[in-house]
């Protein structure tokens, strides 16, 4: 085991960068306001490859991608079918005949394994296992790899930035949840689909935990002293001199606090456009 990781260099478009012993990064020229630098993309082994989120459909991050492969490409695995993340698949797939695998066949994404919690890949050079971690989207998974115990985490936690849940398909609670459960597997350190390297997890989760759990108390206590309000009132009292590009992204995070305090019996509504209403203790 080693708990020893490559200095971190600059996030460099399509170029791959050694992260660890078994571990390449390659970030794809995707970047944007929801994506930080770009879509991280891994490759784990050097006999036989493992990649991890292919990315968007790109040509050249593809051709990246299998030009980076110190072996044969033999399994293709998502976190998650977001477009920043999957659309890569089909390309990959036809230049290297790799197996795809995934929790589900779900945006276009065709898979030829479906991963549940705990199934495990398992090669003569390493060992990952899926951690089913729903929040961000119902058909996250995470990807530890035993040994370096390095942490894949796709969107569930990005390195310099929070994590947009947009419901139905995100879920506050279930992503609470989640984090705590790849909190009790004690990386050493985390490598998000955006940004470097995470090298203090566990301080990373906490601060994520304890953020989210202080945007809901404050949801609540305005809820309390507005009575009522539509989500666009409670974007505006609770952030402050908010970027407003970034009013979309609020406007969800804020949606699935309220869905997760009203499946707690603290407030009431019926979606985005609605007005929620705060629920009197008895």
């Not at 809901?216 to 505006?236: C, K, N, P, T, W």
């Amino acid at each position: 085991m080693t708990d020893t990781f490559s200095p971190e260099p600059p996030l460099i478009h399509d170029v791959p960068q050694t992260i660890s012993p078994l571990v390449e990064r390659i970030t794809a020229a995707n970047p944007s306001h929801m994506t930080g630098a770009g879509t991280n993309t891994y490759l784990i082994g050097q006999n036989e490859i493992a990649v991890i989120d292919p990315g968007p459909e790109d040509e050249v991050h593809t051709a990246a991608i299998v030009k980076a492969a110190k072996g044969p490409i033999r399994w293709i695995l998502c976190t998650h079918t977001h477009p920043d993340h999957s659309p890569g698949v089909p390309a990959l797939k036809a230049a290297t005949g790799a197996e795809v695998i995934a929790w589900s066949n779900r945006n276009g994404l065709k898979t030829d394994r479906r991963m549940r919690d705990a199934d495990r890949l398992i090669t003569d050079e390493f060992e990952l296992t899926a951690v089913h971690t729903p929040g961000h989207a119902g058909n996250h998974l995470c990807f530890f790899l035993e040994g370096e115990r390095l942490l894949f985490t796709g969107d569930h936690i990005m390195q310099g930035s929070t994590v947009v849940i947009t419901p139905p398909d995100g879920d506050m609670g279930a992503y609470l949840e989640s984090l705590a459960k790849v909190r009790a597997l004690t990386p050493l350190a985390i490598a998000p689909a955006h940004g470097h390297v995470i090298t203090d997890p566990n301080a990373v989760i906490d601060w994520y935990v304890a953020h989210r759990l202080e945007r809901e108390a404050q949801l609540h206590g305005l809820m309390i002293d507005m009575g009522s309000a539509r989500i666009g009132q409670l974007v505006e009292a609770a952030y402050v001199d908010l970027d407003p590009i970034l009013i979309p992204m609020a406007k969800r995070s804020v949606h699935a606090h309220l869905r997760k305090l009203a499946q707690e019996g603290k407030v009431e509504g019926d979606g985005a456009r609605s007005v929620w209403s705060t629920i009197k203790p008895n």
